[in-house]
């Protein structure tokens, strides 16, 4: 079942505006982590958030964890043509074994220049 | 470098033929998983890994087989393809997911099977 569930499925918006997604999760994690993906390629790192922080920026990347909601946001500001791509979120589950790492189904960003 | 390989990139097999698609990574890392990636479903786990001889079912195990013999490799076999089977898959490695960690992915292996 899925873990982590981004919100909206798909954005739309012009070079220079600001790029809002949002992810919900269903149970305890240790860390919320959100990644990118240009099209057919492998997810890239962006950014961690541990459970105890609520807010964490890097470059343009702004992101925030609300833990009693059980929701994440990434925050892209003044984006550009290059920023076109998928985003996903990835939470920490517990399974048999340990923490396993689960993905949502992505939001896909397009900036139109 | 720090990287995570998958072969091979593209295949295109006939349904029935075993096949392979190998991945390995150069970090030590304990943690490995497969996922498939297809449109709309975004990345849905088969199978990981937290250690040597250490693997688990993921969400969609079935028709897929993996074994982990050495820390860096963690092939995925598929025994008996079928055309469902047809998909974007990606290998993954880290250190103990735990361990606030990052996840470093391969380059994907297209699978078509007819």
């Known amino acids: 079942s899925q873990q982590g569930e981004e919100d909206p499925q798909a954005l739309s918006i012009q070079e220079g505006e600001n790029a809002t997604m949002n992810c919900s999760y269903k149970t305890s994690i240790n860390n919320l982590q959100w990644y990118r993906q240009n099209s057919g390629r492998g997810l890239v790192h962006l950014i961690l958030?541990?459970?105890?922080?609520r807010e964490k920026h890097s470059g343009r990347l702004r992101v925030t964890l609300d833990t009693s909601k059980k929701s994440s946001s990434l925050l892209i500001t003044a984006s550009r043509a290059a920023d076109t791509a998928s985003y996903f979120c990835?939470?920490?589950?517990?399974?048999?074994?340990?923490?396993?790492?689960?993905f949502g189904p992505g939001t896909r960003l397009s900036v139109l220049p | 470098e720090a990287q995570v390989t998958q072969n091979p990139r593209y295949l295109i097999t006939v349904t029935g033929k075993k096949l392979t698609v190998t991945c390995s990574q150069n970090?030590?890392?304990?943690?490995m998983s497969w996922y498939r990636q297809d449109p709309g479903l975004g990345l849905r786990q088969i199978y990981y890994s937290m250690n040597v001889e250490v693997t688990d079912k993921g969400d969609v195990p079935e028709g897929y087989k993996v074994s982990r013999k050495e820390k860096r490799n963690f092939p995925l076999i598929l025994e008996s393809p079928s055309p469902n089977q047809t998909s974007l898959y990606f290998c993954a490695s880290s250190l103990y997911p735990g361990t606030n960690t990052e996840a470093f992915f391969g380059q994907g292996t297209r699978l078509t099977v007819v």
């Open positions: 990835a939470t920490d589950r517990r399974d048999n074994y340990g923490q396993n790492f689960v």
């Open positions: 970090m030590n890392h304990e943690y």
């Open positions: 958030i541990r459970s105890n922080e």
